[in-house]
Nanobody, 127 residues
Framework: EVQLVESGGGLVQPGGSLRLSCTVS????????LGWFRQAPGKERDRVAI??????????AYADFVEGRFTISFDNEKNDLSLQMTYAEPNDTAMYYC??????????????????WGQGTQVTVSS
């Protein structure tokens, strides 16, 4: 089955940048919707960004609260899903999870439609 392992979390100052990486293994030639989610203490897990694994013209979407600041990308040769964070804000502090779900991405695809999850990596935005 698909396995995901995150890395790259840590402490970043407000306004700073951080790159999260997720190694996606055992992914088949079929398309998966890949995504980044985050969960702050006491809050629900929110979708941050999604992208298709095997469709260069596929669907990429961002949550309003990261639009223009974060960029999701998938290198299908390296099986590396990344989330480039810029202009970090204290509200970005959360555990970040990468996830995969069989099939194509679409706007309303929620976390229940992702069957594979990583263990998470902590991001803290603080001075």
């Amino acid at each position: 089955e698909v396995q995901l392992v995150e890395s790259g979390g840590g402490l970043v100052q407000p306004g700073g940048s951080l790159r999260l990486s997720c190694t996606v293994s055992r992914i088949t030639e079929e398309n998966y919707c890949l995504g980044w989610f985050r969960q702050a203490p006491g809050k629900e897990r929110d979708r941050v960004a999604i992208t298709d694994s095997d469709d260069p013209d596929g669907h990429t979407a961002y949550a309003d609260f990261v639009e223009g600041r974060f960029t999701i990308s998938f290198d299908n040769e390296k099986n590396d899903l990344s989330l480039q964070m810029t202009y970090a804000e204290p509200n970005d502090t959360a555990m970040y999870y990468c996830a995969a779900g069989y099939g194509y991405c679409y706007d309303d695809r929620t976390l229940v439609d992702f069957g594979y999850w990583g263990q998470g990596t902590q991001v803290t935005v603080s001075s």
